[in-house]
């Protein structure tokens, strides 16, 4: 029996989910290269540490960008390396991996995704729809004519669906997730606070600071940053109220695509939708306020998924064991 791997390469975190082991790797999706030798110099964590803060010699990236392979030879190489590092490939043994890409991507990110995973030292490869997978990890009952719909919000994109009978009926996909909500807390900051910011203290007010709805008071947090009118250093206090004021407008879109996906279904789907509500899923799915603003929105009730953060790569080991969950085969292409 081929050695299944189900890979859930994201735009912050990778993941790795294993027969034997189940999750066995959670890693941010950051390398760095050597740019004379092009050797892999630090992977996850260690890499994403040096993002922005390396010599001429050292290339840091983030080489997943809103769910898609940006930059294949740097993938390629992260994916390689973390399968080694669990001991997945060798030069006897090639897994068989079952991968999550993003909803209706075109022919050409395809190729690009499996052919990173080839170079990673796969034998054969196939996809499916990271929000089916999302949706058969918050364990809904995906292969049931029975409606059900999902918002995965993750690092890089949100994908809304609606899913019934082990297929998608409507889906809607948008560039808004948690670096979106970054930048728009850093342009805030610069626009509101004449401070300059970078990504990582962005997205540390949002994690620790962060909330959807004004009335939820988190405190405040301490930042250091450069200010924008004298260029030198500058620590400000910022608050929650200010975090939620400049996510908003972003979030806004989230809700619209709910709304667009409800529209684009048929009516006896919708009704078990608004009967059984909508499941939120994803790395941004515990941020506080954002179930309650999907609620005011929409109009449907809205479940947290119990492990957000891991919803698809379980998904994907559901479908690994249970390929039957996926209303038709799944298609494996070998090297």
Same mark, same amino acid.
């Given at each position: ?18 027969? #034997? ?14 740019? &004379? ?10 890499? /994403? ?9 050292? %290339? ?53 995704? &499996?052919?990173?995973?080839? &170079? ?21 009952? @995906?292969?049931?004519?029975?409606? +059900?719909?999902?918002?995965?919000? !993750? !690092? !890089?994109?949100?994908?809304?669906? @609606?899913? *019934? ?10 560039? @808004? ?5 970054? *930048? ?10 004449? %401070?300059?910011?970078?990504?990582? $203290?962005?997205? #540390? ?9 004004? +009335? ?9 940053? /450069? ?13 929650? *109220? ?5 996510? $908003?407008?972003?979030?806004?879109? @989230? ?7 409800? &529209? ?18 994803? !790395? ?52």
């Amino acid at each position: 029996m081929a050695y299944m791997v189900g890979l859930d390469m994201g735009t912050t975190y990778t993941r790795i989910w294993t027969q #034997e082991g189940g999750i066995v790797l959670r890693c941010p999706s950051a390398a760095a290269i050597d740019s &004379e030798t092009h050797k892999l110099v630090a992977l996850g964590a260690k890499a /994403r540490e040096m993002l922005g803060k390396t010599p001429q010699d050292i %290339l840091a990236y983030r080489p997943i960008r809103e769910g898609l392979v940006s930059e294949f030879e740097v993938a390629a190489r992260m994916v390689r390396a973390m399968f080694q590092n669990k001991q997945i490939t060798s030069t006897f043994n090639r897994p068989v991996v079952l991968m999550a890409t993003p909803y209706r991507i075109n022919q050409v990110q395809q190729l690009a995704a &499996e052919n990173t995973v080839f &170079e990673g030292g796969a034998k054969a490869v196939a996809q499916v729809p990271a929000i089916f997978a999302a949706a058969a990890g918050a364990g809904l009952r @995906v292969s049931s004519p029975r409606g +059900s719909m999902i918002l995965n919000m !993750g !690092g !890089g994109i949100s994908e809304v669906a @609606v899913i *019934s009978s082990g297929g998608i009926i409507a889906a809607h996909s948008i560039k @808004v997730a948690g670096e979106r909500l970054d *930048s728009a807390i850093i342009n805030y900051l610069r626009q509101r606070r004449n %401070l300059i910011v970078g990504g990582p $203290t962005a997205e #540390e007010l949002r994690v620790t600071i962060g909330t959807c709805d004004n +009335s939820l008071d988190r405190g405040s947090m301490k930042i250091y940053g /450069r200010n924008a009118r004298t260029g030198l250093a500058s620590t400000q206090e910022v608050f929650s *109220s200010e975090i939620c004021e400049a996510i $908003t407008p972003t979030l806004g879109a @989230v809700m619209k695509s709910v709304s667009t996906v409800l &529209e684009d279904v048929p009516p006896e789907v919708a009704s078990d939708i608004y009967d059984y509500g909508l499941m939120l899923s994803g !790395g941004c799915a515990r941020m506080p306020g954002l179930a309650d603003a999907i609620h005011k929105a929409t109009g449907l009730r809205v479940t947290i998924a119990r492990n957000p953060r891991d919803c698809v790569i379980n998904g994907l080991g559901r479908l690994i064991k249970h390929p039957e969950l996926w209303g038709t085969a799944l298609e494996y292409r070998l090297k």
